[in-house]
């Protein structure tokens, strides 16, 4: 995927024990970086986001300034290519054709 342009993304999900005053700021983490909250509870404020994989990394090493890591989900990176779909060269190596 990486010889053309493409899209490439991850998707995280990162559970937090807060430090005292760390609600706010998990919010304005959240906000920053357009995530979802998933629960807001003090000690388990759980956060979903999707994004570049250096954009998650900086996600999760702010988060580590907030509260203590709990659990941290990772997707991986995922990919497809800009422009036209076609999966017409793949088919001629990999047969999907019936």
Not at 21 to 40: F, N, P, Q, R, S
Request: proline share 0%; net charge negative; aromatic share 6%.
């Amino acid at each position: 995927m990486t010889l053309g342009d493409h899209f490439e993304r991850e998707l995280i999900i990162v559970k937090l024990k807060l430090a005292t005053g760390g609600h706010v700021k998990a919010l304005t983490l959240a906000k920053k970086y357009g995530a979802e909250i998933l629960d807001d509870a003090q000690v388990s404020f759980t956060i979903q986001l999707t994004g570049r994989v250096k954009e998650i990394d900086e996600f999760i090493a702010a988060a580590r300034g907030i509260g203590e890591l709990s659990a941290v989900a990772r997707s991986g990176s995922v990919a497809v290519s800009k422009g036209e779909v076609t999966l017409s060269s793949f088919d001629v190596h990999h047969h999907l054709s019936a």
